[in-house]
């Protein structure tokens, strides 16, 4: 089937016929893809686990204040206390403030297509004054602004942001003065996001110029799989950008941004297999359309197969209970799926229409030498060969070692504080709240119960312990249910919180006919918590059953498979472990976002395994023609500086989410980047050929290879010896 599709895409004729579909598309979907920041969802419901409690009582609040409705609290601050014309000048900001309603706050970014009404700012409810008197010292002050920004407010918070902060600026005299509160951070999160667009795309593309220039040496050829990547791209957001718009998928900033990443990363690494295989058979054939069509027919099912675990790892995130999780998994499994078939289709067309040339200034020629059969990775693969056992023994021991820096990993949630890299205005207000207010707001739970039992909702949660029984409040009643406030004394964050949340859903769930539900901060952190480990437990062996169904496909073995992932789960841990204690000593975060390791984990498992199929189908085969051991050191030497390439350059991609200034994407960046590297150096070359030279034919057990005797025959190895990987076409 290979054959027959690379006989077709590489045709002399139908090869125009590709590159002129691909140019077609690009530019219809292209068109739609520099829109996709337009439909992007970032309310705060689509960031939660979608069956939880503190979500249903989100939605139940939504009749007392829209779920769209975001405090913008404005923070002044003067050292020697808040002189009476201080007052007066936060007074005259509150009036300005007011006069926002119905007004536009700068200028809107968004489609033209959007209601009117959906792209305006308007004031929902009442602005609260908090006087200084109200603070523990007289040095601060507060002004709540409740927002309404609907469900584009994230595309304009950043300019409301901005106009807020210069009409207090305006008149402060000498106070600080900062922008905090749920509007605030949502501002500084979208400056954030807002390099996507430009620094992380530019950067990412940046470094795969560079590695591909480093790998091939040559001024020409790493231009064709930028353009086939850079064409994928922008047609898979195209198609994104229409689903999400008329098919209800769900994209939000941070899903775009991996997007991008995971795009041109897994986009390269598929290239440059195929590149390396169509450089070999070069090599071999006079005809370039004969050379591209062996070349596509012996790596595209290793490109297929590897893709293909990318992909169904990422739709396994369909079964997570976080709706941030979910939705990404669709959005990811399509940029991966497009860009598998410009690999297989458009970059086959490309190469044979420039001909030989684009290799210049080393032009792959008939009957010339093979230079990786004589390269590093054969030297590598000739003195693991020498003890084999101890060296994949002594790899194994040295990545457990490494995986036990995971129980330093405090993936419970990230407060306000610590989800930026830095500390934007946003943060700065909120440890003036902190500094200056016995209560900063946060902790209160969202309780909506039956209007009938408020009272015994009251009497009831007052007294449990962690509440403060000051702080319960009825604050509102709207068509028969009622939203209590209960003040908790423990931060939002806190394994004290999360236990004060469930003696409260334990006791209001007891008071007949509340029908109560509980959230607020807490809870929703709670929530978060219990969903995360749900996820663990139910994605991460989904995934792991499903890649080894296809490395059993792709095999057609048992050991093979059970070892690689084997592998693959050990060089994750490593990854994780290390990684953890460079959170805590270098970065100096000493938190995680609690998603963090199932990202990890699917992002590693699904690309790491990757390099293994890309070096096990070459090991395979070559064992069909020189037996298990020598196969094995024949498909390190041919792959070895290809995959190397390839984890470089996935590396540096994911490397490039450092560029965004959040703390998640900084960790889900490093993590991957050095567990990538971990997996092409030290799993794939050491480890995985360690084991096939040590177990030899055995690795391909039950297949008629695993019974292959003369096996057992292999010889020591010598290093003078060149390893010949010429081989008759079929």
Request: with cysteine; aromatic share 8%; glycine share 10%.
């Amino acid at each position: 089937m290979t054959r027959k599709f690379a006989g077709a895409v590489c045709g002399r004729r139908i090869k125009w016929a590709v590159l002129a579909f691909w140019i077609i598309l690009t530019a219809v979907l292209g068109a739609f893809g520099a829109k996709l920041a337009d439909v992007e969802d970032n309310e705060t419901v689509n960031w939660l686990p979608g069956s939880a409690e503190s979500t249903q009582a989100l939605e139940e609040i939504s009749a007392f204040r829209s779920d769209t409705t975001l405090d913008a609290v404005m923070v002044y601050e003067r050292d020697g206390g808040i002189t009476p014309e201080d007052v007066t000048a936060a007074r005259a900001d509150i009036t300005e403030f007011e006069a926002m309603d119905g007004k536009t706050v700068g200028e809107v970014v968004g489609d033209d297509s959007v209601a009117e009404a959906d792209t305006k700012i308007n004031i929902d409810g009442q602005v609260t004054f908090i006087p200084p008197e109200d603070s523990t010292d007289g040095a601060a002050m507060q002004v709540v602004v409740p927002i309404d920004a609907g469900k584009d407010g994230w595309l304009i918070m950043p300019d409301l942001a901005d106009h807020m902060r210069s009409v207090a600026e305006a008149d402060a005299n000498g106070m600080t003065t900062h922008l905090a509160g749920y509007a605030g951070l949502a501002a500084d999160q979208a400056d954030a996001f807002a390099s996507i667009d430009g620094v992380l795309l530019l950067a990412a593309l940046g470094v795969v110029i560079i590695i591909l220039l480093f790998t091939y040496r040559s001024p020409f050829l790493w231009l064709f799989p930028v353009i086939c990547v850079v064409f994928a791209l922008f047609s898979a957001q195209g198609l994104i950008y229409l689903l999400a718009k008329y098919a209800d998928l769900t994209v939000n900033a941070q899903t775009r941004s991996i997007l991008s990443v995971l795009v041109l990363g897994a986009g390269t690494d598929y290239a440059l297999l195929l590149v390396a295989r169509y450089r070999e058979e070069l090599r071999r054939h006079h005809d370039r359309h004969e050379a591209m069509e062996e070349a596509l027919h012996r790596a595209g099912p290793a490109i297929i197969a590897s893709s293909s675990t990318v992909i169904i790892g990422m739709l396994c995130l369909i079964v997570a209970e976080m709706n941030s999780t979910q939705s990404m998994g669709p959005v990811l499994a399509i940029g991966v799926g497009v860009v598998l078939l410009a690999m297989i289709s458009l970059l086959p067309a490309l190469l044979v229409i420039m001909g030989r040339w684009i290799f210049w200034p080393v032009k792959p020629v008939e009957g010339s030498h093979e230079p990786t059969s004589t390269g590093f990775w054969a030297n590598t693969g000739w003195k693991i060969s020498h003890r084999p056992r101890a060296v994949w023994v002594g790899t194994s021991v040295a990545l457990a070692i490494m995986a036990i820096g995971t129980i330093t990993l405090d993936a419970k949630g990230l407060d306000n504080s610590e989800q930026f890299v830095g500390t934007p205005d946003s943060v700065k207000g909120e440890r003036v709240i902190e500094d200056h207010f016995s209560s900063a707001g946060d902790n209160n739970l969202q309780i909506v119960a039956n209007a009938d039992t408020a009272d015994q909702v009251v009497k009831e949660v007052s007294g449990v312990d962690g509440v403060n029984s000051d702080a319960v409040t009825v604050a509102g009643e709207q068509d028969g249910t009622a939203l209590i406030l209960a003040g908790i004394e423990d931060g939002a964050f806190s394994e004290a919180a999360f236990a004060t949340v469930e003696r409260v859903r334990d006791t209001v769930h007891g008071i007949d006919g509340a029908d109560a539900l509980v959230g607020g901060n807490a809870a929703v952190n709670w929530d978060v918590q219990e969903a995360a480990g749900h996820d663990n437990k139910v994605v991460i062996p989904l995934v792991l059953v499903m890649v080894f169904l296809i490395l059993l496909g792709l095999l057609r073995a048992v050991v093979a498979p059970v070892l690689l992932i084997g592998t693959v789960v050990l060089s994750f841990g490593a990854a994780l472990g290390f990684s953890a204690v460079m959170f805590e000593y270098v970065f100096d975060i000493s938190g995680a976002d609690s998603g963090l390791p199932l990202f990890a984990f699917v992002f590693l498992v699904a690309l790491g395994i990757d390099y293994n199929i890309f070096l096990m189908t070459r090991v395979r085969e070559e064992a069909n023609r020189e037996g298990s051991r020598r196969g094995a050191l024949i498909g390190l030497a041919a792959t070895g500086g290809v995959i190397t390439s390839a984890g470089l350059v996935l590396a540096g991609t994911f490397g490039t989410l450092a560029t965004v200034p959040l703390t998640f994407t900084l960790q889900i960046g490093f993590v991957v980047a050095f567990g990538v590297l971990l997996d092409t150096i030290i799993v794939r070359s050491i480890l995985v050929t360690g084991l096939n030279l040590d177990l030899g034919r055995h690795m391909w057990w039950p297949s008629r290879l695993g019974k292959r005797e003369h096996d057992e025959q292999f010889e020591e190895p010598d290093e003078s010896q060149e390893l010949e990987t010429v081989h008759a076409p079929g």
